[in-house]
């Protein structure tokens, strides 16, 4: 097999509840567009970005969730053969952060993985440039005190909205999908090994 038309398909399930930014975080990484005005996921929908990790080419699939409790239901069929999950909290809205650790067990629960201790998950506090941080309830401090007790999670913070560090908190999800034991390996015929970062739009709308 050309080891050049070689991909790592990597499915990244993004949870949180509604309103923490899931999809303007997908969307500015993506697509580099922010969208002022907020409209919930209905079930689920995903977008797909190539790049390139350690000369082999990933390609990520990035699941966006509905954070509204009715539609949580539908999980089982979105979670199974995940390779990531992304907890997504407001650091303005205490509750968001609370959530952190129902949305954690739920997946587990509901994506059933071989083994729930090596299942990665990658924790993202977003909104930090709101009123300054003026705004902030949870302390970065206690957000990887979290992190921490729960197997040292990787944390990042970053703002959908000015584009800060939304690249590095995707980049750190992709090496820690990557670090798991079942990323999938794909086969695209007249894929160039010189593609630049291409994008496609897929999902379910239940």
Not at 74 to 98: H, M, P, Q, W
Not at 108 to 116: G, N, S, V
Not at 138 to 147: D, F, K, L, N, T
Request: net charge negative.
């Amino acid at each position: 097999m050309d080891v050049s038309r070689r991909r790592t398909l990597l499915k990244v399930i993004v949870l949180g509840d509604s309103g923490v930014g899931k999809t303007s975080l997908m969307n500015q990484y993506v697509y580099k567009k922010f969208n002022q005005q907020y409209k919930a996921t209905i079930g689920a929908d995903f977008i797909t970005k190539e790049l390139r990790i350690d000369d082999k080419m990933v390609t990520l699939q990035l699941w966006d969730t509905a954070g509204q409790e009715r539609f949580q239901g539908l999980g089982s069929a979105f979670y199974r053969g995940a390779d990531c999950c992304v907890l997504v909290y407001d650091v303005n809205i205490l509750k968001t952060f609370e959530s952190l650790n129902n949305w954690r067990e739920e997946f587990l629960k509901q994506a059933d993985p071989d083994d729930t201790n090596t299942l990665p998950f990658v924790v993202i506090g977003n909104k930090i440039d709101k009123d300054g941080g003026k705004k902030r309830m949870v302390s970065e401090r206690r957000a990887r005190e979290w992190c921490a007790s729960k197997g040292n999670i990787p944390y990042f913070e970053t703002s959908a909205k000015e584009d800060y560090n939304v690249d590095d908190a995707f980049l750190g999800v992709a090496n820690t999908a990557l670090a798991g034991e079942h990323p999938q390996d794909i086969y695209v015929p007249g894929f160039p090994e010189t593609a630049s970062e291409v994008e496609q739009r897929g999902g379910c709308a239940c």
